[in-house]
């Protein structure tokens, strides 16, 4: 555990910059709270770009505490056969990119879902409709623990799956399976050295912005129509697939 608070600090912090920081996850932290998610689809990409010492392991533990808060929230609400189905897609998935990362090319798996995702979004914007099966559940988690374990964005198919179910519900299961996968992956970057008590505290510096970007959301959610709520979904999961085509071709390796 460090001894001093420089030791807390990533190289090179300054004020500014955490402050930059701050108003990030305050407006990532809003939209999930509003969606049910749109945390990592906003925060993620940014991070990438101006913010990398929060990457991945301090986004991840805000956003663990930040699913835990949304599945409390709304515990009544959670749908716990579609979480399972879910869940067990995402972990699967991850499990496959992880086997399939040293064999094929990052850049070609990133960018075929990110197509893939965009493709989905405007056919639902034109009127088609994704049905919430067991069976599409399952899809949507396999894709998404590809997406997640390679780009650390995974939530854009949850979002075309669940975009016609009630708001309330979407919120309060996805919150369950973020939570799920942030500590499953939380406990793989640990194992391989990446997750250690720097990251655990910047992450937890972030967390009273976090919570008050949260609770912000909690009035919203009253008053925001359904509809509202499916576009938000849909404009969040093309903003996080073009958030991942900019990380892999923009930003260097």
């Known amino acids: ?3 001093s608070l420089a030791e807390l600090l ?16 305050f407006v990532a932290a809003l939209l ?10 906003v ?3 940014l991070a990438v770009l101006f913010f990398p010492e929060l990457v991945p392991a301090p986004l991840l533990v805000l956003g663990g505490f930040l699913a835990l808060l949304g599945m409390l929230r709304e515990r009544s609400e959670i749908d716990w056969p579609d979480a399972s189905w879910l869940i067990g897609g995402r972990l699967l998935g991850s499990l496959v990119a992880g086997a399939t990362l040293s064999v094929l090319p990052t850049m070609l798996f990133s960018t075929l879902f990110a197509v893939l995702i965009l493709i989905g979004v405007i056919f639902s914007l034109s009127g088609w409709r994704v049905e919430p099966t067991h069976r599409n559940m399952a899809l949507a988690g396999f894709t998404s623990g590809v997406m997640g374990t390679i ?5 854009s198919p949850f979002a075309l799956v ?7 519900r979407v919120r309060a299961t996805i919150s369950v399976v973020f939570l799920v996968g942030a500590i499953f992956s939380l406990a793989v970057l640990a194992f391989v050295g990446l997750f250690g008590w720097r990251e655990f505290w910047l992450g937890l510096a972030l967390l009273p912005i976090m919570v008050v970007g949260f609770i912000a959301s909690s009035p919203l959610t009253r008053i925001v ?3 509202t709520v499916r576009l938000l979904l849909l404009g969040l999961s093309g903003c996080g697939a073009i958030g991942i085509l ?3 071709w923009l930003v260097p390796a």
């Open 1 to 3: 555990m460090p001894s």
């Open 10 to 25: 990533p190289p090179g912090f300054i004020a500014g910059h955490f402050l930059g920081a701050a108003v990030m996850v």
């Open 32 to 41: 999930q709270g509003l969606g049910g998610m749109g945390f990592a689809m």
């Open 43 to 45: 925060s993620a990409p």
């Open 151 to 155: 780009t650390s964005s995974g939530a």
């Open 162 to 168: 669940m975009q016609h179910i009630a708001p309330a």
């Open 225 to 227: 129509p359904r509809t």
């Open 246 to 248: 900019t990380r892999v």
